[in-house]
């Protein structure tokens, strides 16, 4: 990739639905090889999808829970288990692989409290090999950008 790629990415990471020729006159490029290195991007996984930026409030679901997780065991089936389980969990958005005092950062999204403690007793309790829970509740959101930061220069 080189830096006029990332200006591309980082330009429909802000706003995927612009035109290409609205794309190209931002990035400096005329219509079609903006095109051609948009088409590449994407085909080379760089780019993987397009979204829409939603309200969870306005949604239904005003409460995001960051839940760390310590499993039992480390052994591959205990792991690819709570992983599989996991992927198959609609209210679990995001699932990172830590280091430190816990394995596992989950973000939660759920409607009130009364829906986290369904989704804690139901779900995450129920996929088994977890030796412990802790939940931190987000009660506001400083910053959120779906822009990556431009990569230092190499040179």
Known sequence: MDDIDRKIVRTVQRD?????????????????PCLRRLKILEQSGVIRGYHAEIDAKLYGLPIT???????????????????AKVRANDNIVEC????????????????DLSDYERFVRRE?????????????F???????????????DAG
């Open 138 to 152: 987000a009660y506001g959101m400083v910053k959120r950008r779906s822009a990556f930061p431009l990569v230092p």
């Open 65 to 83: 829970v960051f839940i760390r997780v310590k499993l039992e065991r480390h052994d591959e089936d205990t792991v690819n288990a709570f992983e």
């Open 124 to 136: 995450l309790q129920r996929i088994g090999g977890i030796a412990s829970i802790d939940t931190s």
């Open 96 to 111: 990172h692989v830590m280091t430190g005092q816990s394995d596992y950062l989950l973000r939660v999204m759920v409607a």
């Open 16 to 32: 995927g639905r612009m035109s290409n020729r609205e794309l190209a006159d931002r990035v400096g490029l005329s219509p079609s």
